[in-house]
Nanobody, 121 residues
Framework: QVQLVESGGGLVQTGGSLRLSCAAS????????MGWYRQAPGKEREFVAG????????YYADSVKGRFTISRDNAKNTVYLQMNSLKPEDTAIYYC??????????????WGQGTQVTVSS
């Protein structure tokens, strides 16, 4: 069974940075694309960023393009999300998952517990 464990969230001021991590197990990690998603209070979950199995392609939501960077370490079965220039509207619970397609929240696996990111103004 696939397990996805997110970490690295926290409270940060506007303009600050955080690096999220997602450790995956129960799958051949290096064979799968991975994605980051988020859900803000009172809003639906949305796609944030995605990366292909070999990191050859990356995809970003327009709202985070130029500020967030997704990367992966296949030797560690881990995908990362470097978040810079954070804004209050980035406040959400962040999740990772295996995307069925890019730009949507259609994913292969159950959602983990996520990691809370709070950006204060």
């Amino acid at each position: 069974q696939v397990q996805l464990v997110e970490s690295g969230g926290g409270l940060v001021q506007t303009g600050g940075s955080l690096r999220l991590s997602c450790a995956a197990s129960g799958l051949t990690f290096s064979s799968h694309s991975m994605g980051w998603y988020r859900q803000a209070p009172g809003k639906e979950r949305e796609f944030v960023a995605g990366i292909s199995w070999n990191a050859g392609n990356t995809y970003y939501a327009d709202s985070v393009k130029g500020r967030f960077t997704i990367s992966r370490d296949n030797a560690k079965n881990t995908v990362y999300l470097q978040m810079n220039s954070l804004k209050p509207e980035d406040t959400a619970i962040y999740y990772c998952n295996r995307p069925r397609d890019w730009g949507t929240v259609r994913t292969h696996d159950s959602w983990g517990q996520g990691t809370q990111v709070t950006v204060s103004s």
